[in-house]
Structures are given as structure tokens and as C-alpha cells.
């Protein structure tokens, strides 16, 4: 594995690529490439209005940016799902398949979805 793949790996999927075999699934999140704020000015009347606009315009912004690389992740076989308002996606697969997805230019990092334990607040 390259350094430039581990990279974009948070430690506990390093871990994993390290332990695993090749076919064992995992699932990850993959933070894409924001693709920025538009400077474009929402023409809305009303508050539902403008916030149903803005939505559009991110779908958009982030269809046009992300388009190949939802394409790529299909094509590795790792059913993408989400990516469609913010730049995350949930990818579940073979270990070897995110290997190669963290190649992709439009991925900018990834992180193992593991369960954690929530610790309650002292009274």
C-alpha cells in the first residue's frame, strides 16, 4: 500500500488493512472533495422557499463534482450509498476494493464505522 492511500486512511482502518485478508467486507465512510460554496445568489420568497433552493443548488454543485467518482466506487463493487447533499459516503465491500477507492482523486479521506461507546455525563 502506498503512502498516499494510508494516508487518507484514519488509524483504525489502518489497522485493518493491516489485519485483514483481501475479500473480508468492511464498512467505511469516505469523506469526498468538498466541491466549495457557490457565490450565486438564491431568489426565494419564503424561508422554505429559499432552503428548498439551496438544497438544489448543493445536490447540483455536488452531482457535478462527484459524479465520476460515485461511478468508480459502483464499479469496485462497493454500493455506495448517501453523497447526494453532503460529501459522505457509506461504502461497504471487500477490504481490497477500498484499498483501490482510496486511490480515487475525488476521495479525500476514510474512516473505519465501528460501533463506539457513548460515556454519560457526571451529575
Known amino acids: 500500500m502506498t503512502p ?42 419564503t424561508a422554505t ?28 463493487h462497493l454500493n455506495p450509498k448517501g453523497g447526494q447533499v453532503t460529501t459522505t459516503v457509506i461504502v461497504e465491500g471487500p477490504i481490497a476494493a477500498v484499498e483501490e477507492a482510496l486511490k480515487l482523486p475525488g476521495v479525500r479521506s476514510a474512516s473505519l464505522d465501528c460501533e463506539f461507546e457513548l460515556i454519560r455525563p457526571l451529575k
Do not use: C, M
Request: proline share 3%.
Open 4 to 45: 498516499s492511500v494510508l494516508a487518507k486512511a484514519d488509524p483504525l482502518l489502518a489497522d485493518k488493512f493491516n489485519s485483514a485478508s483481501s475479500q473480508e467486507v468492511v464498512k467505511v465512510v469516505l469523506a469526498l472533495i468538498d466541491p466549495g460554496a457557490s457565490s450565486d445568489h438564491v431568489h426565494a420568497t
Open 49 to 76: 422557499e429559499y432552503r428548498i433552493a439551496l438544497t438544489n443548488r448543493r445536490r447540483h454543485q455536488i452531482a457535478l463534482v462527484h459524479t465520476e467518482t460515485i461511478k468508480s466506487l459502483k464499479l469496485l
